[in-house]
Each structure stands twice: as C-alpha cells, then as structure tokens.
C-alpha cells in the first residue's frame, strides 16, 4: 500500500495489542473482534505483506468511525485513526472504495451533501434569508445540521437573535470539506473542497454549529496549510461566552442535565469545559458513565447511510449509559448525535440540545 511510514509502524505496533479494543464504540455493539483497531490493524498488516488483497479490508476500513477512542486510549501514542484515514485514500486511488462509499461521493458531486437532499427545509430558508446580507460574525452550520437536523439549526439562529448577536449564515453555505475528507481522506479532493470554502469566510468571527466543521477549520486546515483569517469558534464555546458576559441571561433551573460530549469537541478540540459553563448556569450537572475526553460515541449520520443498524445500537447504548447514571435530560451538542439518539430515544428521559436548554432558561 502507498500509505506513509509512520502508518506502517502503527500497524505493526497496533495488531497485537489488545489495549483499546474495549472503548471502540462499533465494536462494543457489534461484539466482533474485526471492529476493534487490533483486528483492522492485522488485516491490514496481511495486505501489506500481500496475503490479502486491499478490497478484502474495504468494508472493515469503513466501518470505523473515526471517533478517536483508540487513540486517546493508548498510552504508546499510536493513532490507528490516521492508518484508517489514509487507507480510505489508497482505495480511492485504486478504484477500490466499496459502491456505498462512491454513492456519497456522487451525492456530494451532485447535490452538495453526501445525503442528496436536493432542497432546504423551508422554515429553515425562511430563517436564513430574515438575516442580513452582512455582519462581523457568520453562524456556519454545517451539511448535517442544514439537511438532516433543519430544527436544530432554527433553534440555533433563533437563540442568537435573542441574544442581540449580528450575524449572518450564507445563503448557498459551502461544505467544510468534513465529509469528504471522512471518506476518503487527505486527497487533493479534499484539498479542493476545503479551498472552495476558505474562500467565503471572510469574517471577523466564524461561529461553528456543528464540532465537525470546528474541528476541520481548526485543525484540517492547518494541516493543509489553508489560511482563514476569521476568529473560529464553537458554537458551544460561544454560548459559554455570551452567558458569562452576560449578554445571555439565563435563570438557573433545578433541573438536572447530563452531557453527551462531542468526541470531535472533547478529544480532537480538547474542549470540555464550555457545555459545562452553560449547564452549571442552567441547572444541575449530572455527568454520563464515560465523559470528557473519555466519551463514547452516540452515533454518526455519515455512517447511518450504509450501517444504520449498527448506528441504532451505538445510540441506544448511550442511552443505557444514561439511564444507569439516572439522568433525566440529556444533552448534546452535536446535530449528528441529536438526530441519531433522537431516532431510539426511549420512554422517560428527555432529550435536548445545548441551545434548547438555554433557550428554556432564559
């Protein structure tokens, strides 16, 4: 495989031990070894010493959700993450990535998001088009929260005007370049994606809605060497912010909330204490069984379109998680782990997101 050197050594590192294979998200659901990073880690090792053909791991390789768990779980510092991701791209360029794969990619081509959801909701647009045309500050809210969380993002804009911010979301709203770089990597596609959009934020501040989008802005950029020069922030952080100074007045509750932590916010941004803040402010704080930087995935839209099952079992364990820790009101601060815990959210505990909670308090 033309895949880097360091890529090599983790494989080599990676598929004999046995560390990490109790936090991977995938794995704990599915009970196959083949999920862990150990097991995908040896196939791979098999392909490199040409025992096994790339397309015999394609499938294995997708279903990885990227989350990082393993990574920050090894205290070698070994990050199967970054083999899988430049797999992905070594697929790609054989012409071997598996045809559910090349079916996001097309939609993305056609219609701008890997869903193919050709037309915004229509109170969503109705929203947008009540902001002006220019403002210091844009709310960018992302493919998952503008095609399949369109009431998540209404609540974020209404929640802003509230708080007397001027801002703005444009109208024709570029993708980040998240996606495509989650399904095929650091390609010169990826490159192109993440370009086009540079070239619309030119902002004072770009307030991110969804941690994905923050998280490539902040770091993919940089790696790339792409320049913005608008302030990111996330949107959670923002919150934070405007509460503490006071430009959001919030009436503290009693009621109790637990966190669904972003792992793109809390492992890739390092980014704990802002949701926090918010939730300390609004009521009681009542932490999920794994949390911070150590948080279990709740579910991935990307990964919903070719192993829904599996994305269903992901969230509903994050709710048996909840349940043993006697939450009442779970919170996220992810559209994509919203939506999927909102599609098994059982009888009994409530769900919501960062901006509906603040919303109730003020």
Not at 207 to 232: H, M, Q, T
Not at 310 to 322: C, G, H
Request: proline share 4%.
């Amino acid at each position: 495989m033309l895949i880097s050197q360091k890529s090599k050594e983790i494989i080599d590192s990676c598929r004999f031990c046995w560390m990490c294979r109790h936090i991977c998200p995938i794995g704990n659901v599915t009970g196959q070894e083949r999920n862990t990073a150990r097991a995908r880690m040896l196939a791979l090792s098999l392909v490199e010493r040409d025992a096994e053909p790339l397309e015999g791991v394609a499938d294995n390789v997708y279903e990885c959700a990227l989350c990082g768990a393993c990574t920050k779980e090894c205290v070698t510092g070994w990050d199967p993450v970054k083999v899988v991701k430049e797999v992905r791209s070594e697929l790609i360029m054989k012409g071997k990535t598996p045809p559910y794969i090349m079916k996001l990619i097309e939609n993305l081509q056609n219609t701008g998001n890997v869903y193919g959801i050709a037309e915004v909701d229509s109170e969503l647009k109705a929203e947008i088009d009540s902001l002006p045309e220019t403002a210091d500050t844009l709310l960018f809210l992302g493919r998952d929260a503008i095609y399949k969380s369109p009431k998540s993002a209404i609540e974020a804009i209404r929640l802003l005007k509230k708080a007397g911010v001027s801002f703005t979301v444009l109208k024709n709203e570029p993708d980040s370049g998240y996606a495509i770089e989650t399904l095929i990597g650091k390609t010169a596609e990826s490159k192109g994606v993440m370009e086009n959009c540079a070239k619309v934020l030119n902002f004072k501040t770009v307030v991110c809605y969804d941690p994905a989008d923050a998280k490539v802005f902040l770091r993919e950029y940089k790696e790339w060497g792409i320049d913005l020069s608008a302030n990111v922030v996330t949107f959670t952080s923002y919150m934070a912010e405007l509460i503490k100074n006071g430009t959001l007045k919030v009436k503290k509750s009693n009621k109790a909330y637990t966190i669904q932590d972003s792992a793109l916010l809390s492992r890739d941004l390092d980014e704990v204490e802002p949701i926090r803040d918010i939730i300390k402010a609004c009521g009681e704080n009542r932490e999920m069984l794994i949390f911070g930087k150590d948080t279990m995935l709740a579910g991935n839209l990307i990964m919903n379109e070719y192993m829904p099952d599996v994305m269903k079992e992901v969230a509903q364990s994050r709710w048996i998680n909840a349940r043993n820790m006697g939450a009442e009101t779970v919170v996220t601060e992810c559209p994509a782990e919203y939506e999927m815990m909102l599609s098994v959210k059982p009888d009994g505990i409530d769900l919501k997101t960062v901006e509906e909670v603040i919303s109730e308090c003020l």
